[in-house]
T-cell receptor, first 113, second 110 residues
Framework: DVKVTQSSRYLVKRTGEKVFLECVQD?????MFWYRQDPGLGLRLIYFSYDVKMKEKGDIPEGYSVSREKKERFSLILESASTNQTSMYLC????????????FGEGSWLTVV | RKEVEQDPGPFNVPEGATVAFNCTYSNSASQSFFWYRQDCRKEPKLLMS???SGNEDGRFTAQLNRASQYISLLIRDSKLSDSATYLC???????????FGKGTRLHILP
């Protein structure tokens, strides 16, 4: 089975802290994504990557950056966390651009106080 | 018009009933369609892909209407365990962009 692992499930951070959310997939997928999900707003794409060292902005990249140094790992970085970044963050991967099934990690619940 | 639209619900349906959801999409070049299920505080998981000819998986039937640009999901003989949020997902042909609907909440009542 494909496994997408988000190492941090529940985090509480202070405003202004730097936050790292790590995501690892074990199926050699090319494409990786970071979403946030908020009530009433659905899933919103923050950043995505189609290859190592490649990144593209999604719909809401402001306040975030990403890193993809290895194919299996895609990290989301909040340089200076703010309370409006309190959310559930979902990492996802697909095999390639035509890969149909999207595999999600279990989610990271971030609270910024 | 939003790229992918779903009725947010909630749909409150008695156990054993049949329930149907629709999802409309705005980009006629969209090529792939899916239904995902998301349980409370869990990640979305693939329920089924939607094929042009329509497809069935047990109690679940998915259909695609390209002319009217909507997909549907029909659940027959609903079970308590069907209670979840159902997400419509569309992949666009032009840029492989994956777009999620906001989901339809379903509550199956005993």
């Amino acid at each position: 089975d494909v496994k997408v692992t988000q190492s941090s499930r529940y985090l509480v951070k202070r405003t202004g802290e730097k936050v790292f959310l790590e995501c690892v997939q074990d199926m050699d997928h090319e494409n990786m994504f970071w979403y946030r999900q908020d009530p009433g707003l659905g899933l919103r794409l923050i950043y995505f990557s189609y290859d190592v060292k490649m990144k593209e902005k999604g719909d809401i990249p402001e306040g975030y950056s990403v890193s993809r140094e290895k194919k299996e790992r895609f990290s989301l970085i909040l340089e200076s966390a703010s309370t409006n970044q309190t959310s559930m963050y979902l990492c996802a991967s697909t095999l390639d651009r035509s890969g149909n099934t999207i595999y999600f990690g279990e989610g990271s619940w971030l609270t910024v106080v | 018009r939003k790229e992918v639209e779903q009725d947010p619900g909630p749909f409150n349906v008695p156990e054993g009933a049949t329930v149907a959801f629709n999802c409309t999409y705005s980009n006629s070049a969209s090529q792939s369609f899916f239904w995902y299920r998301q349980d409370c505080r869990k990640e979305p998981k693939l329920l089924m892909s939607v094929y042009s000819s329509g497809n069935e998986d047990g109690r679940f039937t998915a259909q695609l209407n390209r002319a009217s640009q909507y997909i549907s999901l029909l659940i027959r003989d609903s079970k308590l365990s069907d209670s979840a949020t159902y997400l419509c997902v569309v992949r666009q042909n032009r840029d492989d962009k994956i777009i999620f609907g906001k989901g339809t909440r379903l509550h199956i009542l005993p």
